[in-house]
């Protein structure tokens, strides 16, 4: 969520900046309106936008991985005993829920005054009359006025034509939509000044328009001054007497060239292009000819470093459950598979690390490496050699046992010695791998690794070769390996010793 967080911030203050720089004290009040919704809408819209890049796969290796993985797999981090997620989320939905009461208050305050007031219907608007003492208001298609001053005809008609602009021009529209945005956003500090701008433009093209009927300038702006009455206005609703006047005056007296609108367009549309393809994410789709037609597979890639921060994240919560004093074989079938899955995320976030060129990064150790079979009056347990208690290691020194081949069988060709010492009521089984059985259980990590040392055997080997290969054929070469560790973890613990070791993460790729 922090992601959505920071990028809709910056996306809102990057907006609103260059408004203040390229637009605010220009005549383009039509096109500033269109820019500050736009800023609203991209700081919301643009941090879930992802952008399909295409990448074709050679057929040989797509016949090798059948369906692509994901190169990033954003999962849940295992073991973390509290979950931040829910606390900002539970801290989001509190303020949403505040803002959105304050919002409908306002509304309600409004419809009170509406239905208070003495209407007068007009063609396209409705008067209401208030005995309240303040400037005239609009909201919608409602105009509201002080009674006394109208029935006593002391509303000058630059007045009510101002009110009229902002009834006909829809701007309790924008209004509107700036603060369901702002219930949708709270968090973010830059979306409050959002409100303040739009109605300011909003008084520029009310004042636009009343000047274009023939009132002279100065005539109109001496009536703006002698409607500084006191009372505040609800952020709903457009006043006469609007605040910013200096700002005002400013506008009326601008003409912005044609040569300085086409500047600012060409700005405009540069800067929307820059932040909707700099703060989306992206969507990796490779592609794979095959005679029926094209088959598709997609993989999600981000941020180097929010995949740093993920990597991180994930082998915190991986090394705490392996420190839990549980060994693998041990583990419930839920327990090892969520273990197994967390590996595979981090070795493939590991491998795409070191590609880009990060350096210090811990590898995740296998979840199941290096446990011995140990049985004490028929009672089965298991232990990694590191593991072993120092009462372990004194009886295997005071026993002085030594390894026995007992037996060597063949199996496709590839000769197996198996290891067992026994002595008195303790076994310790071991395996020496000479060769390894290739069966139905090992033929898909066979095959899996063969496919890897087949693709590198023309670059001079893994991983000396990689140094060789371009950045296309480096990344396929990440997803054979995430293809064989995927199929080496599935393998029971025995298994995994009677078959030859996984080839390591991929190294950097080396540029010249």
Request: net charge neutral.
């Amino acid at each position: 969520m922090w992601p959505i967080i920071w990028k809709s911030t910056v996306i809102a203050l990057l907006m609103l900046v260059s408004y203040r720089a390229l637009l605010e004290k220009t005549s383009l009040h039509k096109f500033k309106r269109i820019f500050l919704l736009m800023g609203l809408v991209l700081s919301i819209l643009v941090p879930f936008i992802i952008i399909p890049v295409y990448s074709n796969l050679p057929e040989h290796v797509a016949q090798q991985t059948g369906k692509m993985p994901e190169v990033i797999v954003d999962t849940a981090a295992y073991g973390v005993a509290f979950n931040w997620e829910i606390l900002i989320l539970s801290v989001y939905m509190v303020g949403m829920f505040l803002f959105l009461t304050r919002f409908v208050m306002r509304i309600l305050k409004i419809r009170k005054y509406i239905r208070q007031g003495e209407k007068v219907r007009k063609d396209h608007y409705t008067l209401i009359l208030l005995d309240d003492e303040h400037a005239p208001q609009s909201f919608f298609n409602f105009i509201f006025l002080n009674k006394k001053d109208y029935k006593g005809h002391n509303l000058p008609d630059a007045v009510i034509e101002h009110e009229t602009a902002h009834v006909s021009q829809g701007h309790s529209w924008d209004l509107m939509f700036s603060e369901i945005m702002t219930v949708l956003l709270w968090f973010n500090p830059v979306i409050f000044q959002y409100t303040k701008y739009i109605k300011l433009n909003h008084e520029f093209l009310a004042d636009q328009e009343v000047l274009k009927r023939g009132i002279p300038l100065a005539e109109y702006q001496q009536l703006i001054f002698s409607y500084l009455r006191s009372g505040n206005a609800s952020d709903l609703v457009h006043s006469f007497n609007y605040s910013f006047i200096q700002k005002r005056f400013k506008v009326m007296n601008i003409k912005t060239s044609k040569f300085g609108k086409k500047i600012r367009y060409i700005g405009c549309v540069l800067l929307v292009s820059f932040v909707v393809y700099g703060f989306s994410d992206r969507n990796v789709i490779f592609q794979k000819q095959e005679s029926s037609g094209v088959i598709v597979e997609s993989a999600s890639e981000y941020s180097l470093q929010s995949v740093k921060d993920q990597y991180l994240k994930k082998l915190n919560a991986y090394n705490t459950i392996l420190k839990d004093g549980k060994t693998f074989i041990n583990r419930s079938r839920g327990e090892q598979q969520e273990l197994i899955n967390l590996y595979a995320d981090l070795q493939q976030m590991y491998s795409y690390l070191l590609k880009k060129g990060e350096k210090g990064i811990v590898a995740p150790e296998l979840p199941n490496e290096g446990y011995f079979k140990l049985v004490d009056d028929n009672n089965v347990y298991y232990k990694s050699e590191e593991d072993l208690t120092d009462a372990d290691k004194s009886l295997l020194e005071v026993q002085n046992i030594k390894p026995q081949i007992i037996e060597v069988v063949e199996d496709q060709g590839k000769k197996q010695e198996v290891i067992e010492v026994v002595e008195d009521q303790e076994v310790i089984e071991v395996v020496e791998v000479v060769g390894f059985p290739y069966n139905e259980q090992t033929k898909p990590y066979l095959d899996a690794r063969n496919a890897v040392e087949q693709y590198m055997s023309s670059k001079g080997g893994y991983p000396e070769g990689v140094k060789n290969l371009t950045e296309e054929e480096h990344r396929e070469v990440g997803v054979l390996l995430k293809k064989m560790i995927s199929e080496f973890i599935k393998l029971d613990v025995d298994m995994q010793k009677v078959v030859p070791k996984p080839f390591p993460p991929l190294p950097p790729q080396v540029k010249n």
